[in-house]
Nanobody, 122 residues
Framework: QVQLVESGGGLVQAGGSTRLSCAAS????????VGWYRQTPGKQRELVAG???????NYADSVKGRFTISRDNAKNTVYLQMNSLKPEDTAVYYC????????????????WGRGTQVTVSS
């Protein structure tokens, strides 16, 4: 069974940094695109950053120049380095990935983690 587990959230002061990790486990054969999303109460979940299987990245305008997404394919892990944090970055951050197992290849299915809270204090 495939699982995505986020870690690294917590309380950070404005201007500070933190790094989130998204680790995939299970009978994984391939992971294609991975995205970090965030959500605050009463708002829709929004894409913060994405990375393709080949390492091409894209970012929301609100985080460009401050956040960096990267992946370690050998560890089935994706990271989100968050610098110059602002109070408006406070949210639950979710990881999403398209994953295939040996039995489902070449089909990739969508998986979500349970999220990790990031709170930026002013």
């Amino acid at each position: 069974q495939v699982q995505l587990v986020e870690s690294g959230g917590g309380l950070v002061q404005a201007g500070g940094s933190t790094r989130l990790s998204c680790a995939a486990s299970g009978n994984i054969f391939s992971i294609n695109a991975v995205g970090w999303y965030r959500q605050t109460p009463g708002k829709q979940r929004e894409l913060v950053a994405g990375i393709s299987e080949g390492g091409i990245t894209n970012y929301a305008d609100s985080v460009k120049g401050r956040f960096t997404i990267s992946r370690d394919n050998a560890k089935n892990t994706v990271y989100l380095q968050m610098n110059s944090l602002k109070p408006e970055d406070t949210a639950v951050y979710y990881c999403n990935a398209g994953i295939s197992t040996r039995s489902s290849w070449p089909a990739h299915y969508d998986y979500w983690g349970r999220g990790t809270q990031v709170t930026v204090s002013s």
